[in-house]
């Protein structure tokens, strides 16, 4: 099983970025995804979700508006596309796999870092 993601780097306020996740090893279309953050000295926290079969989204408050995730379950592949990006987004960016059914699995991607800054 693997969730990579990657896509982030160095980008001034205002800009977009646009992050993927490429799964391999399960089967893609039985997860929901999710997009998760961490900052210094924070804790990790959901950014982004979405249902198995891209019907439903949810953004935390902080985002809505301004991103958005999309799936393309042909690829195995979720997407963040991240506009309008403020300083306080900086943080690493992390993908999540959770099956919507019995047995609950759940995998993690290794983060990509997002810094904003000018």
């Known amino acids: 099983v693997q969730l990579v993601e990657s896509g982030g780097g160095l980008v001034q306020p205002g800009g977009s970025l646009r992050l993927s996740c490429a799964a391999s090893g399960f089967t893609f279309s039985s997860y929901d995804m999710s997009w998760y953050r961490q900052a210094p000295g924070k804790e990790r926290e959901l950014v982004a979700i979405i249902t198995d079969d891209g019907g439903s989204t949810n953004y935390a408050d902080s985002v809505r508006g301004r991103f958005t995730i999309s799936r393309d379950n042909a690829k195995g592949t979720v997407y963040l596309q991240m506009n309008s990006l403020k300083p306080e987004d900086t943080a690493v960016y992390y993908c999540?796999?959770?099956?919507?059914?019995?047995?609950?699995?759940?995998?993690w991607g290794q983060g990509t870092q997002v810094t904003v800054s000018s």
């Open positions: 999540y796999a959770a099956r919507t059914r019995w047995p609950k699995l759940a995998y």
